[in-house]
């Protein structure tokens, strides 16, 4: 069974919403991120959150649109994408780790040694 389990991707039109859930499987995770890869691209940081939701970190450019939230009691982390764009379609990924929260660590792929398969997300014109 994989530690964390991504899903409700689909496809929607330019505009509409998504929510997707990572199912976190394994105990004491702390940091949760999301990323995303789109095809011929590198994988890339979407957003996070620490084991207690009080602190987040955004990509940039995906502030106020996308927003992650954390619920312990059902092992769940989620991301709310809004007003979604054509060049949001991704395969998203939520990942986890089990370090202290560091900013300038949170957004890098490699200090998250637990992945899960990812869910596709295709946003049409």
């Known amino acids: 069974q994989e530690p964390l389990a991504e899903t409700g991707g689909g496809l929607v039109q330019a505009g509409d919403s998504l929510r997707l859930s990572c199912e976190i499987r394994?105990?004491?995770?702390?940091?949760v991120a999301w990323f995303r890869q789109a095809p011929g691209n590198e994988r890339d940081f979407v957003t996070a959150?620490?084991?207690?939701?009080?602190?987040?970190y955004y990509e940039e450019s995906l502030k106020g649109r996308f927003t992650i939230s954390r619920d312990n009691a059902k092992n769940i982390v989620s991301l709310q994408m809004s007003s979604l764009k054509p060049e949001d379609t991704a395969v998203y990924y939520c990942?986890?780790?089990?370090?202290?929260?560091?900013?300038?660590?949170?957004?890098?792929?490699?200090?998250?040694?637990?992945w899960g398969q990812g869910t596709q997300v295709t946003v049409s014109s």
């Open positions: 394994t105990l004491s995770v702390h940091n």
């Open positions: 959150i620490n084991w207690s939701g009080t602190r987040t």
């Open positions: 990942a986890a780790n089990f370090a202290d929260w560091r900013v300038e660590n949170v957004k890098v792929s490699s200090e998250y040694p637990l």
